[in-house]
């Protein structure tokens, strides 16, 4: 059980475009899902946290205006890269946890490769 | 605010030895503790957490950590290690805040 998707699994795209990523939760309701990226040897950067219907409370030196982020409903949540550039090439990977308690399991999601061309 | 070291970013050992990866933190407030394994091309896959209660808290596959407050670690410990315990390992802690990862270790078996 708790198995979280993401999609795509890896994407390509050209300067200037957007790219929208989902993560869905398979088997279980997500109350809150977190959004990480995580760049070549380095550890997972926390971006943002999203609860379902509300706003997604982003982290500090993150552009809320680049990353839109969508928690429409319990077991979806979208990333939405707008306006890509070189620099947004990473790894992103998303979680869902059943509660919103720092102390629930977060369940991951295969990640999604970004490359921008 | 929390922070998480892990001290080595590479740890080659043979199968069946036994293997140590080593986890620091720093926090202000009262911690809970996770270690994560990422086998290639995929996603998290929660080991073990510490939460409160007996120290040694063991997880699956095998694993097994150590909550020591006095030293603020959290090391990872195996007495046999496998060709498939091959991944990337990494140290997480939680307070007031969501969860902060450390950089990783990667765990290589050797046959």
């Known amino acids: 059980g708790a198995v979280v998707s993401q999609h795509p699994s890896w994407v390509i795209c050209k300067s200037g475009t957007s790219v929208k990523i989902e993560c869905r939760s398979l088997?279980?309701?997500?109350?809150?899902m977190f959004w990480y990226r995580q760049f070549p040897k380095q550890s997972l950067m926390l971006m943002a946290t999203?609860?379902?219907?509300?706003?997604?409370?982003?982290e500090q030196g993150v552009e809320k205006d680049k990353f839109l982020i969508n928690h429409a409903s319990l077991t979806l949540s979208t990333l939405t890269v707008t306006s890509a550039h070189p620099e947004d090439s990473s790894f992103y990977i998303c979680?869902?946890?059943?509660?919103?308690?720092?102390?629930?399991?977060?369940?991951f999601g295969p990640g999604t490769r970004l490359t921008v061309l | 605010a929390q922070s998480v070291t892990q001290l080595d970013s590479q740890v080659p050992v043979f199968e069946e030895a036994p293997v140590e990866l080593r986890c620091n933190y720093s926090?202000?407030?009262?911690?809970?503790l996770f270690w994560y394994v990422q086998y290639p091309n995929q996603g998290l896959q929660l080991l073990l957490k510490?939460?409160?209660?007996?120290?040694l808290v063991k997880g699956i596959n095998g694993f097994e950590a150590e909550f020591n407050k006095s030293q603020t670690s959290f090391h990872l410990r195996k007495p046999s290690v496998h060709i498939s315990d091959t991944a990337e390992y990494f140290c997480?802690?939680?307070?007031?805040?969501?969860?902060?990862f450390g950089k990783g270790t990667r765990l290589s078996v050797i046959a």
């Open positions: 979680s869902a946890a059943p509660g919103g308690s720092s102390t629930d399991t977060q369940y």
């Open positions: 088997d279980f309701q997500a109350t809150t």
């Open positions: 999203s609860n379902e219907g509300s706003k997604a409370t982003y």
């Open positions: 926090s202000s407030v009262s911690v809970y």
């Open positions: 510490y939460l409160s209660g007996s120290t």
């Open positions: 997480a802690v939680a307070g007031n805040t969501p969860l902060v």
